[in-house]
């Protein structure tokens, strides 16, 4: 049982699922953009909540899928294997939902309802996580220490903030979503730990 606990099952399997969406998306059936792409006035105005979800399956091109599932993967197989499955799939999927809803808050303050795809809100919701794991979890990380995690997040943001055609309201909405996240997971492990101790 501990060694399942130990594979990085939904990391794979979610870029796996990741890259088949794309091939189909790409060389199949473009229709799938307009089905799934996160469109603010689609959502609000027609109700289509599911493109939040939907969103996070549709890549714009070859980078943008292969950088979103490389640190995807790598990050969030380091992440499942502390947290286990369920939760890191709970908070990974939360990160994305949370992505998207800023991401639409955000196009109607600004009244811009430019559609966007992406995994990228919920891969800055694993930074999240791992942020507030270094900063609350009860064991040590390897080689993860604060200061890495925070210039890491910097670098990415900044990395967005001065591309373009990038959705950072995603990427801000993901990021806290997936650090009130994190916080919430080490608090009841912490609780957890001291009632076994």
């Given at each position: ?6 594979q ?11 890259a ?13 953009y ?6 603010g ?11 939040i979800?939907?969103?996070m ?6 980078n ?8 995807l ?15 890191y ?13 800023l ?9 811009s309802m ?38 890491m ?17 995603a ?14 997971v ?8 001291k009632?076994?101790?």
């Amino acid at each position: 049982m501990n060694r399942w606990r130990q594979q990085p099952i939904v990391s794979g399997a979610l870029v796996i699922i990741n890259a088949i969406v794309f091939v189909l998306s790409t060389f199949v059936n473009s229709r799938l953009y307009e089905l799934g792409m996160l469109d603010g006035f689609r959502v609000l105005v027609h109700g289509e909540y599911g493109r939040i979800v939907w969103s996070m399956f549709l890549h714009a091109d070859v980078n943008h899928l292969f950088s979103n599932m490389i640190i995807l993967f790598f990050l969030g197989s380091m992440i499942e294997k502390e947290l286990g499955h369920v939760k890191y799939a709970l908070l990974y999927f939360l990160s994305g939902i949370g992505g998207g809803a800023l991401s639409i808050l955000f196009k109607m303050m600004t009244n811009s309802m430019v559609p966007s795809v992406g995994a990228s809100g919920a891969v800055f919701g694993l930074d999240g996580v791992l942020l507030a794991m270094v900063l609350l979890w009860n064991e040590r990380l390897p080689n993860v220490t604060p200061s890495r995690v925070a210039l890491m997040i910097l670098l990415s943001l900044y990395s967005g903030f001065t591309g373009g055609n990038i959705d950072n309201a995603a990427h801000i909405g993901g990021l806290l979503v997936g650090f009130l996240g994190g916080c919430v997971v080490c608090f009841f492990q912490r609780r957890k730990r001291k009632r076994i101790y």
